[in-house]
């Protein structure tokens, strides 16, 4: 479901229509990626909920689809997206894609945006049509009502993820992953998914920020934290635009609220640490910076080149703080880490960092 011509997607569904009489259109929602899988049968196609969890005790099933967030039958019926009849509402005028009539291979279309395909193919074609396929056999009525209680639950939790997706507005993004959340609050692709608004939302105030429209990126948390209330990353955002304001104590509210919020949260931390060192109290700014890398590296979303760039305002603060070895020792990893990394122009810098540090040292010894 990578960026293609819309025309070629329904070529491609078309054609399968073509030849089997029975097709199903399944997505990945518990994991969201992009891709579609595409059934077709000379047979009506029924998927039974006892097989599957039957097949789920397997420890290879179970390991595999855990990676995906996926731990039962229901969660696997999630994914269902339509049948023949609901794609027949979508896929129409197409054409037939077959070694006589190549119409993908050599299709000069536009391409179409990869949100469009993903709305227009899964989103307008997802429908309730999985009830005609479920065979309850090994279920009692009181198991099965259970079943559909859940179903129903994820299907309305991941209707407003997409929705979240298809929108190209960040502020509507955030507002579909928390209508979700409201559903089903653990539900980990709404987790990510608003994860992912947060960061686009607080990108966007950096923006503002740093070409100093502080105002603009202010009322951006408001509306952020209209939505969500307790959004850790609208309070960073707060502390960032207060802080480039030179309200000091304003900026050390909001970063201290992001913290009480999401104590495990580096970038809340990153921020009180800001507002520590701005304010001289370079003891409190070095814990804080240091937190913020110890969970960054918990996370395991950071490289060598990330690491160098977290040290460097460690150094810099036990250099403020007058604390000349340990800044030197912080200097010196973050160039080992910029090197191995490849980044020379970080690299250089530490470099002549490390250099005044080490004549900071030599005149603060000669006193």
């Given amino acids: 479901m990578y960026e293609m011509p819309g025309s070629a997607f329904k070529s491609i569904i078309g054609t399968l229509m073509e ?8 997505y990945p929602t518990a994991h969201p ?6 059934v077709g049968s000379d047979k009506q196609q029924y998927v039974s909920p006892q097989h599957i969890e039957n097949e789920m005790l397997k420890e290879g099933v179970h390991n595999s689809l855990s990676e995906i967030d996926i ?8 994914c269902y997206i339509g049948d023949q009849e609901d794609l027949q509402r979508i896929i129409t005028g197409y054409s037939v894609n077959s070694d006589y009539l190549p119409f993908v ?13 993903f709305s227009d193919f899964v989103v307008n074609v997802r429908g309730d049509s999985i009830y005609e396929h479920i065979d309850w056999s090994g279920f009692t009525k009181e198991e099965k009502d259970r079943w559909l209680q859940n179903y129903r639950l ?15 507005v960040n502020l509507e993004k955030l507002s579909h992953c928390i209508d979700g959340l409201r559903i089903l609050p653990d539900h980990p692709a709404l987790l990510r998914a608003k994860a992912e608004a947060d960061e686009l939302l607080y990108t966007d105030s950096v923006a503002m920020t740093e070409s100093g429209d502080t105002d603009k990126a202010l009322d ?6 209209r939505i969500d209330p307790q959004s850790a990353a609208a309070y960073c955002v707060t502390a960032h635009a207060t ?5 000091m104590e304003g900026a050390f509210a909001a970063a201290q609220r992001a913290v009480d919020i999401a104590p495990n949260d580096a970038r809340a931390r990153f921020h009180i640490g800001l507002v520590l060192s701005a304010m001289g109290r370079f003891g409190e700014a070095i814990a804080e910076y240091k937190q913020m890398l110890r969970l960054a590296e918990q ?32 200097a010196q990893k973050a160039r080992e880490l910029a090197l191995s990394s490849g980044h020379q122009q970080l690299a250089e810098h530490m470099r002549r960092r490390l250099l005044s540090l080490k004549a900071q040292r030599a005149a603060q010894q000669a006193r």
């Fill in 19 to 26: 030849v089997f009489p029975y097709v199903t259109i399944w």
């Fill in 33 to 38: 990626a992009p891709l579609v899988l595409i």
């Fill in 71 to 78: 731990h039962n039958s229901v969660h696997v019926l999630s």
């Fill in 105 to 117: 291979e050599f299709s000069t279309d536009r391409k179409t945006p990869m949100n469009q395909i």
């Fill in 154 to 168: 994820i299907y309305k939790a991941s209707s407003c993820l997409f929705m979240s997706r298809c929108s190209a």
């Fill in 220 to 225: 951006l948390a408001g509306e952020m934290l």
């Fill in 243 to 247: 802080q480039a304001g030179g309200d």
């Fill in 299 to 330: 996370s395991n979303k950071i490289n060598d080149y990330k690491r160098a760039e977290m040290l460097e305002p460690i150094a810099a603060l036990y250099a403020a703080a007058g604390r000349f070895d340990e800044a030197i020792a912080t």
